[in-house]
T-cell receptor, first 115, second 111 residues
Framework: GNSVTQMEGPVTLSEEAFLTINCTYTATGYPSLFWYVQYPGEGLQLLLK?????DKGSNKGFEATYRKETTSFHLEKGSVQVSDSAVYFC??????????????FGQGTRLTINP | DGGITQSPKYLFRKEGQNVTLSCEQNLNHDAMYWYRQDPGQGLRLIYY???????QKGDIAEGYSVSREKKESFPLTVTSAQKNPTAFYLC??????????FGPGTRLTVT
């Protein structure tokens, strides 16, 4: 079945460092890809998404490009802030279901930014 | 403000008891979902509902039950048959196949 593999954490960086969190996927067909963020004690928020190959999703300084040839969707940010500390989940939309969206999640990567 | 409400934030139960987790949304979304999150793991889908009075099993439905009598509400019951019920439970909703919006979650501890 479809699956998502994320870079293992935790990841600890200093403020203003460059961030990359790797995500690769296995899927039949052409799923949509997502990055979600979870702040401590909260639910998930959609950070960005891409729906077809070569699309770039971006939001709040974060970017990720849908690479079909490498089956990857790596998350990047040029200069991280302490407020970016959270758990980041990569996900793909699984097989088509009418009227709903079935997501498959990676295991999550905990990011800590030190001042 | 529209959103998803889950209550309570923390829930404690004794082993062998059934417990029902609440999820309410005022976003007018048709689809609703329940996920389970364990430490170091991603979210796993328990049940989902595309429309009132209909729901489908997800990947880990054993030991759980749901109902969808109203569009706004999708309660999850964790039964005594669930072998390892202690987890963080997240409810979500969407307009069909579009973006899912998540609630703040309920942390269930069973001892």
């Amino acid at each position: 079945g479809n699956s998502v593999t994320q870079m293992e954490g935790p990841v600890t960086l200093s403020e203003e460092a460059f961030l990359t969190i790797n995500c690769t996927y296995t899927a039949t067909g052409y799923p949509s890809l997502f990055w979600y963020v979870q702040y401590p004690g909260e639910g998930l928020q959609l950070l960005l998404k891409a729906t077809k190959a070569d699309d770039k999703g971006s939001n709040k300084g974060f970017e990720a490009t849908y690479r079909k040839e490498t089956t990857s969707f790596h998350l990047e940010k040029g200069s991280v802030q302490v407020s970016d500390s959270a758990v980041y989940f990569c996900a793909l939309s699984d097989r088509w279901i009418q009227g709903a969206q079935k997501l498959v999640f990676g295991q999550g990567t905990r990011l800590t930014i030190n001042p | 403000d529209g959103g998803i409400t889950q209550s309570p934030k923390y829930l404690f139960r004794k082993e062998g008891q059934n417990v029902t987790l609440s999820c309410e949304q005022n976003l007018n979304h048709d689809a609703m979902y329940w996920y389970r999150q364990d430490p170091g793991q991603g979210l796993r889908l328990i049940y989902y509902s595309q429309i009132v009075n209909d729901f489908q099993k997800g990947d880990i439905a054993e030991g759980y039950s749901v109902s969808r009598e109203k569009k706004e509400s999708f309660p999850l019951t964790v039964t005594s048959a669930q072998k390892n019920p202690t987890a963080f439970y997240l409810c979500a909703s969407s307009i069909g196949e579009s973006e899912q919006y998540f609630g703040p979650g309920t942390r269930l501890t069973v001892t």
